[in-house]
């Protein structure tokens, strides 16, 4: 795997918050040597505003994304994984479809920045609070590589 681009899906129930926020730092921090897909067991339809502001208040872009099902990734012509990460708790007790590629798969649990309540300046400060526990994860998962996903 060293030699070619590392690919990993990063999964959640919605695919509106948490994964995609996971899938933007990976396509960034991954240097071009990793790049990320997101997807979710039941999608929500669309992406969640205050991730694209955060992501956009973090330089990254902040466009181009979308909710959409897992099921994209599971049939022939999908880009074939090494790795496949959830990122919500429902979404690593469900039954997965079936992977091309047999990929590593790990479960790197983050609360749901969508369910917050309060202002929306509290709503925001959340997504803030989310999206850097992510990235502190993401980061490691890199140095580390995709064989030691576990270690994260």
């Known amino acids: 795997m060293s030699d070619s681009v590392i690919n990993v899906l ?28 997101s997807a ?5 339809g669309k992406v969640n505003p205050l991730s694209l502001e955060v992501l956009a208040e973090k330089g990254l ?3 181009g994304y979308r909710s959409k099902s897992w099921d994209e990734f599971a ?15 429902n979404a690593a007790g469900e039954v ?19 369910a917050a309540t309060g202002s929306a300046e509290e709503r925001l400060a959340e997504f803030r ?13 890199i140095d580390l590589g995709p064989d030691r996903a576990g270690e994260v």
């Open 75 to 89: 049939v022939a012509g999908a880009p074939v994984m090494d790795l496949v990460i959830t990122v919500c708790d």
């Open 129 to 141: 609070r989310v999206y850097a526990m992510i990235e502190a994860k993401m980061r490691r998962l």
């Open 10 to 37: 990063v999964l959640c129930t919605g695919n509106s918050a948490r994964s995609i926020l996971g899938e933007a730092l990976i396509n960034h921090l991954g240097g071009g040597r990793w790049r990320a897909f």
């Open 40 to 44: 979710g067991s039941n999608p929500a």
């Open 96 to 114: 997965c479809p079936v992977w091309q590629g047999h990929p590593a798969k790990v479960h790197l649990g983050f609360p749901d920045p969508a």
């Open 61 to 63: 872009p902040a466009v």
